[in-house]
Each structure stands twice: as C-alpha cells, then as structure tokens.
C-alpha cells in the first residue's frame, strides 16, 4: 500500500489532537504530505437582518478561530520533518469533507473519532460517520 497524501479533518477536540499525532507518525514512516484541513461555518446570516458589517466581523472573527485551532496542529508538525500544509474551509465539516473524501486526491483520511460537535451519532461522530458512507480509500478513526 502507497500512502503519499493524507488527509487529516481537525477541529482541536481530544480525539482530533490523537489523530494529528498518528498522522504525524505514518507520515514520517512513509514520507508522506499531510493536508490539515479544519473547517468553520460562517453562518447563514442574510435573512437575520444583520448588517453587512457585522456580518463581516463574524465571518472575520470565525475564520480566526479557525486558524487558531489549525495553530495546535501546526505546533504538532512543525519541525518533524514532514511535508504538510494546513487549509481553513468555510464550510461545514459534514457538507465539505464527504466531497474530499471523494476527490480521489488522498490515499488515507486519518481523523478522530468523535469531535467538538453535539453526540449524533450513536458510536461514531456524525462527521466521521458521513466520511464513511462516502469513502473511496482508507480511512483510520483514531479516538
């Protein structure tokens, strides 16, 4: 088995960190690129009444969030000597990262069992459980 790519979903969550350390891992043994992806939800905002000001202030205020969640991951990687790259997407996980998982760009998904979101799930969390109906390769839950 080649695993050249690896995507890995993170939301900073217990299991997402336990993830990002195994990616770490295999990436290592197998000279791997990690893509770090987290996502956040920009709301949809257009019918509050909200003014496009403060609509941006939100949307400014989430994506900032979002990158400092990807900073943890950064801390994880960073002089490991792995090749890695990390993405913000304004998107929900469960909407986006099905679509990922089927671009046949990566040869392993490596993500946490469960993650910062409500229990939808009965033993997997909703996002990892929708990657798993949508799936073309390998996918490694870590919790």
């Known amino acids: 088995m080649k695993i050249g790519k690896i995507l890995?979903?993170?939301?900073g969550s217990a299991h997402s960190l336990n993830a990002a350390n195994y990616a770490l891992?295999?990436?290592?043994?197998?000279?791997a690129h990690v893509t770090i992806?987290?996502?956040?939800?920009?709301g949809n905002w257009e019918l509050s009444g909200i003014s496009d000001f403060l609509l941006e202030g939100i949307k400014t205020k989430r994506k900032k969030m979002a990158e400092e969640l990807l900073h943890k991951a950064d801390m994880i990687f960073m002089?490991?000597?792995?090749?890695?790259?990390?993405?913000?997407?304004a998107a929900k996980p469960g909407d986006v990262l099905p679509n990922q998982a089927k671009s046949k760009e990566y040869d392993?998904?490596?993500m946490g069992s469960h993650g910062h979101s409500n229990i939808e799930g009965l033993f997997l969390g909703s996002v990892t459980?929708?990657?798993l109906?949508?799936?073309?390769c390998p996918?490694?839950?870590v919790p």
């Open 79 to 89: 002089n490991q000597d792995v090749d890695y790259q990390l993405e913000t997407v």
């Open 25 to 31: 891992n295999l990436a290592q043994l197998y000279k």
């Open 108 to 110: 392993l998904i490596i």
């Open 133 to 136: 109906n949508t799936i073309y």
């Open 37 to 42: 992806v987290t996502y956040y939800d920009e």
């Open 139 to 141: 996918v490694l839950i």
């Open 129 to 131: 459980h929708k990657v």
């Open 8 to 11: 890995l979903p993170f939301d």
